[in-house]
């Protein structure tokens, strides 16, 4: 398939709104399918989001019609490399196996199949618009779900139905979604990325320090039982970074001032 981005049309775009990053996958006339250039693009996008301190939230969109469909097997075929230059690392659409510490959100905008509902999975929070559709049909095409959809499927949704999406290829409306687990907002059409930056400032304007810890802590602990050292020993190592910062001092002040905090994520 031919790269529909040109160099003043890159494969991905950036916005900053406040304290949020919005990255917008830029293939539309592909139905912004992954090839090289766009695993490059948003890869470098996220580290971009990750390593500025105004950024508290990342909103991965797409342009045109869909969310994401999926790998290009276009260019597969043509034996091109997927992957993005120089981190293989990152994963599918370089995002799959990236881990950024700032909450990131999926704002399905539309056609989210396949490799698009793997990029929902590999989300922290997921606005899908009320007509788009998820699913992973890879068994369909004697393939099966391989940039994270077979491992985290299971783990945020009951297992059950977990393989049946799996096993049967079927997808699922953005109602069945949420009914799920799968799903935090459904988005009246058209208005996903609307309902992902309202979702995205209320995160934003709480202390960033306490959102990156809550956060890396629900992960680290995810598979830990409540009894275990383990857990507590990470909530110890938590607990000292976010109880010891300017801002554990800056909220309750603020709250007895009745005034707005200002945090300085430190």
Known sequence: MADDT?????????EKRGGVAIITLNRPKALNAVNGALSTAVGTL????????????????G?????????????IAA????????????????????????PTIAAVNGFALGGGTELVLASDLAVVDEEAKLGLPEVKRGLFAAAGGVIRLQQQIPRKLALELA???????????KEYGLVN??????????VALEIAETIAANAPLSVRESKSMI????????????????????????????????????????????WKGR
Do not use: M
């Open 219 to 262: 992960y680290r602990t995810a598979n830990l039982p409540d009894w275990e050292d383990a857990a507590w020993n990470a909530n110890v190592e938590a607990l000292k970074v976010v109880f010891s910062s300017e801002d554990a001092i800056e909220g309750p002040t603020a709250f007895a001032q009745k005034r707005q905090p200002v």
């Open 79 to 102: 034996g091109e490399n997927t992957s993005a230059d120089g981190h293989p690392e990152w994963g599918f659409a370089g995002y799959a196996q990236h881990w950024i510490s700032k």
């Open 167 to 177: 096993l049967t290829g079927e997808p699922i409306s953005a109602a069945q979604g």
């Open 6 to 14: 040109t160099a003043t049309e890159p494969a991905a775009l950036y």
């Open 63 to 75: 342009s045109g019609r869909a969310f994401c469909a999926g790998a290009d097997l276009k260019a």
């Open 185 to 194: 907002r459904v988005a009246p059409a058209g208005t996903a990325l609307d």
């Open 46 to 61: 996220l580290e971009q989001a990750e390593g500025d301190d105004d950024v508290r939230v990342i909103v991965i969109t």
